[in-house]
């Protein structure tokens, strides 16, 4: 059984870096044909695509966001970092953690519950 | 940028026949998804690869394609029903993937 789960700050102030993990369990990143990624939501708003990471390390990012979100991944803890910078408070919102493979043809097949971020001074 | 396009909402009576619609230039070459997101809950995978059904998804949940639009059909709508629906999909180089702004399914 696949499960995510984010964690992180809750609050983070304007201007700062936000950093949040994600920790799996059910399948290995070391596994061809696997991939993690982070969608989020601001409240009452639409599902926003950030950035996927595959088991070879490559990635596809959201071209608005390219320049501002690095993801990476520590295989050995079954973890996903991810780091955005310079965040303002349109980026307040729910960060999802998802799970993706080739074998379920690239969908977002596993959803972590996901995480209430806040960016306010 | 590349933009998918839902309607805002969806009403039907309970036992009736949803039908949503995604529009999207590169919809003929690239996939679509559709997740259901209940009120305060995340979202869950209905359908991918176009028109394929995970496992433990109900039979009334099915969906196909037609040139630039795919539809997501529920038949025989229940109260639980009642969710915002999203479709995703990618930009014709498929590098570039993105949602639909979504779609409230209100059942009457």
């Known amino acids: 059984q696949i499960t995510l789960k984010e964690s992180g700050p809750t609050l983070v102030k304007p201007t700062q870096t936000l950093t949040l993990t994600c920790s799996f369990s059910?399948?290995?990143?070391?596994?061809?044909?696997?991939?993690v990624g982070w969608i989020r939501q601001p409240p009452g708003k639409a599902l926003e695509w950030l950035t996927v990471?595959?088991?070879?390390?490559?990635?596809r990012d959201s071209p608005s966001l390219k320049s501002r979100i690095t993801i990476t991944k520590d295989a050995s803890k079954d973890q996903v970092v991810l780091t955005m910078t310079n965040m303002e408070p349109v980026d307040t919102g729910t960060y999802y953690c998802?799970?993706?493979?080739?074998?379920?043809?690239?969908?977002?097949?596993?959803w972590g519950q996901g995480t209430l971020v806040s960016v306010s001074s | 940028s590349y933009e998918v396009t839902q309607p805002p909402s969806v009403s039907v009576s309970p036992g009736q026949t949803a039908r949503i619609t995604c529009s999207g230039d590169?919809?003929?070459?690239?996939?679509a998804y559709w997740y259901q997101q209940k009120s305060g809950q995340a979202p869950v995978l209905v359908i991918y690869?176009?028109?394929e059904r995970p496992s433990g998804i109900p039979e009334r949940f099915s969906a196909s394609s037609s040139g630039t639009t795919v539809t997501l059909t529920i038949t025989g709508v229940q109260a639980e029903d009642e969710a915002a629906y999203y479709c995703?999909?990618?930009?014709?180089?498929?590098?570039?993937?993105?949602f639909g702004g979504g779609t409230k399914l209100t059942v009457l």
């Open positions: 995703q999909s990618a930009d014709i180089t498929g590098s570039h993937v993105v």
């Open positions: 690869k176009d028109s």
């Open positions: 990471l595959y088991w070879d390390d490559d990635h």
């Open positions: 998802v799970h993706t493979s080739a074998t379920s043809d690239d969908a977002l097949d596993i």
């Open positions: 059910g399948f290995s990143l070391r596994t061809s044909g696997q991939g």
């Open positions: 590169a919809l003929p070459q690239q996939y």
